[in-house]
């Protein structure tokens, strides 16, 4: 029987357990995955702690990617055999094998590694919306982008300096600068070290940034703020360090009548029209380029240490789980 990682209650990385599972039936709609590598996300952590809590038991893990054993889709667009890859839908992919939905699907081409699907496809999909729908970037654009060294970071950055945008990036400890100003940063910022916006004034001549691209949260949002210019947003798209607190609408106004936006994935990804747009996307900067650096690969059987090293900021670029 396959293996599959549970937990039965939230907490630390000790909570998550392997066991055995018969195959789940394959319904309408559905097709059956048996995987070759599982992408390993800080949002899979979140909720294992229960920061966005699921019913128990659950699986763990949100994209991956394999071959089709099974399916029972009208849609002629795939088939029995077909390399795929997904993103986004519940939580159950650190699993041999899976069932899911077939319009989740994304066939993969044949010059994309499975292992770059499995592990950034949910970084690169992220990317291509934050860079082209929630805040176009344009060239000449001043941007943000915290958590630069990791995953949705590590293409954000490249994505926006491709455009001709200035990058700046922040990082939270000195060896992953190298990481940054490899991957898009023109300016790196040490968070844990330095005051970011403060920092950002200076290397913008006082003006601030178009746009902040903040998946940190708590520990980050004001900075955030402080380092738009006028009539800036600040793109909120996750809370590494737990939710931001409330703010008035009116301090919005006093620091430069900025705009403030929460993004969500599967809002953006909701019509499979938009989800093949924007990997479609993904993709094609691979070939144009972009770098997607797999920092870090392990097998299910290390799945207590692969959350431990997310949690303790330990990894660079995206990670992966292979099969």
Not at 103 to 111: A, E, G, M, N
Not at 131 to 140: E, L, N, P, S, T
Not at 228 to 253: E, I, K, N, T, Y
Request: glycine content about 10%; some cysteine; charged content about 20%.
């Amino acid at each position: 029987m396959p293996k599959v990682v549970k937990i039965n209650h939230f907490g630390d990385a000790e909570v998550m357990v392997i066991t055995e599972e018969e195959n789940a039936a394959v319904r309408d709609g559905e097709a059956r995955i048996e995987h070759i590598a599982v992408g390993l996300n800080y949002l899979d952590v979140m909720h294992r702690q229960g920061h966005y809590p699921l019913p128990l038991p659950t699986g763990l893990g949100v994209a991956g990617c394999g071959v089709i054993r099974e399916i029972r889709s009208d849609s002629s667009e795939l088939a029995v055999g077909d390399l795929v890859a997904y993103a986004g839908i519940p939580p159950g992919s650190y699993a041999e094998q899976r069932v899911v939905p077939a319009d989740r699907l994304v066939k993969l081409p044949p010059d994309i590694e499975p292992a770059v699907a499995a592990a950034a496809l949910q970084h690169g999909i992220t990317a291509a919306f934050l860079i082209k729908d929630v805040f176009h970037v344009a060239r000449g654009d001043l941007v943000l982008v915290h958590a630069a060294a990791g995953g949705v970071g590590t293409i954000l950055c490249q994505w926006a300096k491709a455009i001709g945008a200035t990058v700046i990036g922040t990082v939270g400890n000195r060896e992953k600068v190298s990481h940054a100003l490899a991957h898009g940063c023109d300016h790196v910022i040490v968070s844990t070290l330095e005051n970011v916006a403060e920092r950002v004034r200076a290397i913008t001549g006082g003006r601030g940034v178009n746009v902040a691209y903040d998946s940190v949260g708590a520990d980050t949002f004001e900075s955030s703020l402080n380092s738009l210019a006028f009539r800036g947003m600040l793109v909120s798209f996750g809370s590494a360090s737990g939710d931001p607190s409330p703010v008035p609408v009116g301090d919005l106004a006093e620091v430069g009548s900025v705009y403030l936006t929460r993004p969500r994935f599967i809002h953006y990804t909701r019509a499979r029209s938009d989800l093949l747009r924007y990997a479609t996307a993904f993709f094609e900067k691979i070939r144009e380029g972009l770098n997607v650096p797999i920092g870090q690969t392990y097998k299910i059987d290390d799945i207590v240490r692969a959350h431990k090293d997310v949690e303790s900021r330990k990894t660079k670029g995206s990670s992966v789980i292979a099969f």
